[in-house]
């Protein structure tokens, strides 16, 4: 059964740590993504990548960066975590320009 | 710019019944339209896609309408069940171009037994 794995289901960590969210995909995908999910806010994308070692902005990247030096590995990091950063993040991955996403099962993340 | 969006937030239906969940887009580019169902503590799961050159798509127990006319999107779910309950979410592709998909709010589906 094809996945997306994100590492972690909760995370708690303290204001101005810096925080890794891992997530692989076993699908041989090119298209990863990290979004965030806030109540009434939906779905918002952080940061997209089409290739390794290629990155993308999405529409909210302020206070995070990714990596990704593997094809089935897409990393989100918060350089120094804020209050503000606690929510929902879900990685998804896709084959080709087409298609839907799949996704993780998220990491709900608690800054304090 | 464009952008996705939900006439419902929530929408509460008895059990046996069908559901219509409605979602407006405004960008007339996009051509392909996914709809996501996220049940409670899990990711999104796809459910139905349609793409522009089609009016309607049925799956199992699902169907997807798209009026390209007044840009507009809805699934249909027949026979509604306890386990339907859910966040269903609409998502928009634009055609130029390998964009990220667009997500719309959301709308919460709660089944009454």
């Known amino acids: 059964d094809v996945k997306v794995t994100q590492s972690s289901r909760y995370l708690v960590k303290r204001t101005g740590e810096k925080v890794f969210l891992e997530c692989v995909q076993d699908m041989d995908h090119e298209n990863m993504f990290w979004y965030r999910q806030d109540p009434g806010l939906g779905l918002r994308l952080i940061y997209f990548s089409y290739d390794v070692k290629m990155k993308e902005k999405g529409d909210i990247p302020e206070g995070y960066s990714v990596s990704r030096e593997k094809k089935e590995r897409f990393s989100l990091i918060l350089e120094s975590a804020s209050t503000n950063q606690t929510s929902m993040y879900l990685c998804?991955?896709?084959?080709?320009?087409?298609?839907?996403?799949?996704f993780g099962s998220g990491t709900r993340l608690t800054v304090v | 710019g464009e952008s996705v969006g939900l006439h419902l937030p929530t929408l509460s239906v008895q059990e046996g019944d069908n559901s219509i969940i409605n979602c407006a887009y405004s960008?007339?580019?996009?051509?392909?339209f996914i709809w996501y169902k996220q049940e409670s503590g899990k990711g999104p799961q796809f459910i139905i896609d349609?793409?522009?050159?089609?009016d309607k798509r049925q799956g199992q127990r699902v169907t997807v309408l798209l009026n390209k006319t007044v840009k507009h999107l809805s699934l249909q779910i027949a026979a509604t069940q306890p386990g339907d309950s859910a966040v269903y979410f609409c998502?928009?592709?634009?055609?130029?171009?390998?964009?990220?998909?667009?997500f719309g709010k959301g709308t919460r589906l709660s089944v009454i037994a």
């Open positions: 960008n007339s580019a996009s051509d392909y």
């Open positions: 349609i793409r522009s050159n089609m």
């Open positions: 998502a928009e592709n634009i055609q130029t171009g390998n964009t990220p998909l667009v």
């Open positions: 998804a991955s896709s084959l080709g320009e087409r298609g839907g996403y799949t």
